[in-house]
């Protein structure tokens, strides 16, 4: 029995329609998927954050990196990694983004959302460091997050091609110290160091662990 969850257990019903309108837009350099681990984690960080407001940091994380469809994917890596050298594009994504978010956002104009308030975190997400209010900080955090879950990490070896401990090394380096709120801070630092001791069970029992594989379907319900 397939025991995945439907698309409204991550997703609100609100944002729904937003996801389906972004998804066009996220289909390259694993958008789509990076989203929709981001938009659970920002959940998650939104009720330890509770000044910030989840109408405003919810469908700006689900719309993002709608802006990166519009760049062309053979430079997609050259902007982003360890040691990018073409930051330049980071910036027109954002631009891209915020015009094609607020299309998206127009069309379908949720009930309870500020629009403006959604594009003005959208825009700046990557190349502005500071945050500009509580909603801007959590959604970065939420992005930048997305690094040090497993599926992040994955995702960013199979890009480039390295070892999870090279990985672990970039985000100590240059993700983690830039995470805003406390919550933040923590999801990334637990979530590396859980990594990086992981990588050590061979070390101290001389073999790996006894299940490295998650398996997503099965017969057994808790």
Known sequence: ???AAPAADVILPRDLPLWEDARPYLDVRNNDEHTIVAYGLARTL???TPEADESIVLPAILLHDVGWKRIPQDLLLLAIGRRP???DLVRDHEIHGVEIAREILERHRPKGVDIEAVLEIIDGHDTVKEAKNINDAVMKDADKGWRTTPHGMRTIAGWYGVPLSE???MLQERSNPNMLTPAGRALAECNTMAVKA???IETYL???PEFPNLPTTGDVSW
């Open 206 to 208: 001389g073999h790996g």
């Open 1 to 3: 029995m397939n025991q």
């Open 46 to 48: 939104l009720a330890m």
């Open 85 to 87: 050298t073409r930051l």
């Open 198 to 200: 992981e990588l050590m």
């Open 167 to 169: 990985i672990i090394l």
